[in-house]
């Protein structure tokens, strides 16, 4: 009896198939994790191409709305700018949607085994898990801004449905800014209160941004405003002709009160206006391409510091004289062509052009706009 006992009592090698599967079992968990973990990092980096494809694509329709090849092409571009597990994202025609009606891009990034591109894993592979597909798409939307940045310190009345055709804001007059404002569809060819020149939208149309006589609109008031202090001089003609020839980069926001400047500011205009030109002094109206010619940025001449951002407001505003508030209710872009003239004469002259502001606040106006992520 005593042998028999002493055999059941040595239990040396008894632990050995555990042990055994526990290190199976460790190396299952730490494929997981760690796998998991790239897994994981190689999806943020999906979406994030995604989003900036989605994104940069939905910013070109704003200056081309209705081309759809360059919003294709920029969004193509951008996707493929960046990295997933350090390798350059690759994007086909496929992964990129253009919905000119509601003014959205899809994109979508892939790294798939049909495309022989999918992520690759590491311990997995003891498994039997060589590879992981990871997808990520992004859909990015054009709306109507109701801040902006960089905006220029005149204001001009936006345009109205006029009946009467006079030229001034009647009682019989209507005026909406989603309607009838600079920006909307209201005087398109072909469409209710078509003026018959043929401007989508406005764009190419001129305007006086400033003009040098007594304000057409309230003889008080001669359309410059205070805005709020920049990084340039605090106070006075110094400060105005600085926000004209600089970018003011506080937020300006429709349906908030501003107060407007005294006097004409003939002089800092000019000098602003022409501080701001020479900024891209080689640019020039192409009247037959409806844009820019000439510009530093070359093709990309959207990003000229000449396009100016001018905040507008309701025509049918009556203003008390002196010092007095006013509130913006669109936003226009301006190519700032030249000033002429002199005195009650000078004016500074500019075509209207689609610009970007910013989202996030409750009024909003159709002549500027911006982008954002809705997937």
Not at 72 to 98: C, F, K, S
Not at 181 to 200: E, F, I, Q, V
Not at 290 to 296: L, M, P, R, V
Not at 308 to 322: H, L, M, N, T, Y
Request: some cysteine.
């Amino acid at each position: 009896m005593k042998r028999p006992m002493k055999a059941l009592r040595n239990q040396r090698g008894a632990a050995m198939p555990f042990v055994a599967l526990a290190t199976v079992a460790i190396l299952g968990m730490t494929a997981l994790a760690v796998d998991a973990g790239m897994l994981f990092t190689a999806r943020s980096e999906a979406q994030r191409a995604a989003d900036a494809a989605a994104l940069a694509g939905a910013g070109a329709l704003i200056t081309q709305p209705q081309n759809a090849a360059r919003a294709h092409a920029v969004a193509t571009t951008y996707g493929e700018q960046n990295l997933v597990r350090e390798e350059l994202v690759q994007m086909e025609a496929e992964d990129i949607t253009i919905d000119l009606a509601q003014g959205r891009v899809t994109a979508v990034v892939r790294r798939e085994a049909s495309r022989g591109n999918a992520v690759t894993t590491w311990f997995a592979r003891v498994l039997g898990t060589d590879e992981v597909d990871v997808d990520a798409r992004a859909v990015a939307e054009v709306q109507n801004a109701s801040r902006a940045r960089c905006v220029k310190p005149f204001a001009i009345p936006d345009r109205f449905d006029d009946v009467d055709g006079d030229g001034v804001f009647d009682p019989e007059d209507n005026y909406d800014p989603h309607v009838h404002g600079y920006g909307s569809d209201w005087r398109n060819p072909g469409s209710t209160g078509s003026d018959g020149l043929g401007y989508t939208n406005d764009v190419g149309r001129a305007v006086s941004l400033k003009e040098g006589g007594v304000g057409s609109h309230q003889p008080s008031w001669y359309y410059p405003w205070d805005m709020p202090q920049g990084d340039g001089p605090t106070t006075g003609a110094s400060r105005y002709r600085w926000n004209i020839g600089s970018c003011n980069t506080n937020i300006i926001s429709l349906g908030e009160e501003y107060m407007v400047e005294t006097g004409n500011m003939l002089g800092p205009t000019r000098q602003g206006s022409e501080d701001l030109i020479a900024l891209d002094g080689g640019a020039y109206w192409d009247g037959f391409a409806n844009g820019i010619g000439g510009s530093n940025h070359g093709n990309n001449w959207e990003g000229s510091s000449r396009i100016a951002i001018i905040p507008v407001f309701d025509p049918s505003r009556e203003f008390d004289p002196g010092n007095k508030p006013i509130e913006f209710t669109n936003f226009v872009g301006v190519f700032v062509e030249s000033v002429t003239g002199n005195g009650g004469n000078q004016r500074v002259n500019g075509f209207i052009l689609p610009v970007s502001g910013l989202a996030g606040g409750a009024a909003t106006g159709p002549g500027a706009k911006a982008v954002r992520l809705i997937e």
